[in-house]
């Protein structure tokens, strides 16, 4: 394209082919040069009808009781599905993140994080009991529940193992769902807990709450009782339908913001403490060993992070021109508050746009446009959330988390772009 062209489209003094935002939105085609979509417009003569698709002559196929995803969709699954030696279900499946726009993550694709797999529970026999350090011992049924107001929320949940396999030595050459897949969002819809602990009545000792599943290995946390009583849910409902028998059916907690092991599904006690119990699942795992040597526990909130979704790896560039840099971003203590891109490793930043509303512990999906035409870069995306907190780059990470850091990591990631369009994991930011 020629420099004066360049100008006039707003595109000059673009960093390695990002373009600053609000520019050439929506005449994406002309901005980048010749492409293969512009052929219909440009081939004056032939009749347009000759370019569109042919409807079917025969009737289609009838109804169907439960909708599934189009069957040339069949691809777009779980990802990086593994269990520990030795076990069926105490392991992880991730989300496609690369092949997924929007926000909402379709609830077939949640990740899936079991200790010990999951039970099959009978909804009319599943009671959550509560107890403790409370007025009365309560336990409720389903029906129960429901008699309760319910509160919607659209937030997402991370496991705080989540895009650990970064912190390997030499960059794994694998997708982004595989890599940063274990978090998802869903719109939850369920009873505040506050109200439940307002019905049992909380005892003056009590400062925690001792949540436990059902499944086998009764995975149980500590909560503080300050966020049991603030924003935390007995959820019942994951994006309209009842929660998935992998995401807690009947019921699971979910707590906004904190680390995913913290969110017990199949939630069947609840018992208000003085004190922490130090239960297995917050001594022997999800505790952050610091360089010093000492482990910290309870550290419950997800970092500020970001990652793009498209570009990435497996998702090769097929020809010049420009594309919508896009991806997600999400924060565990407040709203994402700014998105920046790079396409050259760091070195220069322009701010990304949002394609959705940015909301307190919620993601947010960003994108940003830039033109590609042949040449290497190096994408990188950088999130700030409300608290003022930004993503740190790898090696800062690594430096304040110590040889020893494994959860929570959020540093930035760098996909590598390469000059025949193929996309792949690096390090350097
Ligand atoms: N009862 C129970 N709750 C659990 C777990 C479990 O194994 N058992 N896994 C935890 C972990 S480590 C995470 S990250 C989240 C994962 O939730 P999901 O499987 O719905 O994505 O659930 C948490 N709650
Ligand atoms: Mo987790």
Redesign the pocket.
Known sequence: MAKSEDAALGLAGAANGLLGSGVARRRLLLAGGAGAGLLAATAAGTSAAADASTPQRVPGAPMSGYGQPAAAEDSVVREGIGSQPGTRGSGASRTPLQALRGTITPSGL???????GFPTIDPRQHRLLIHGATGRALAFDLEQLHRYPMVTRTQF?????NSAVLLRERPVAASCGVIHG?V?TSEWTGVPLSYLLDEAGVGAQARWVIA????A???NRSVPLAKCLDDAMVALYQNGERLRP???YPM?LFLPGF?????????RRLELAPQPAMTRDETSK?TDLRPDGRAEGFTFAMGVKSVITSPSPGLALREHGVYQVTGLAWSGRGAIRRVELSADGGRSWVDAEFESTPAPLAQVRFRGAWRWQGQPALLVSRATDTAGRTQPTRGAWIASNGPNGFYHYNAMQQWQVRKDGTVVNSYGV
């Open positions: 949640h990740f899936e994080r079991h200790h010990s949940l991370e496991c705080s193992g274990l998802s436990e599943g059902a499944d290995g009764r995975m992998e995401n807690g699971r680390e995913g092991n913290m969110s017990i599904k199949w939630l999800y």
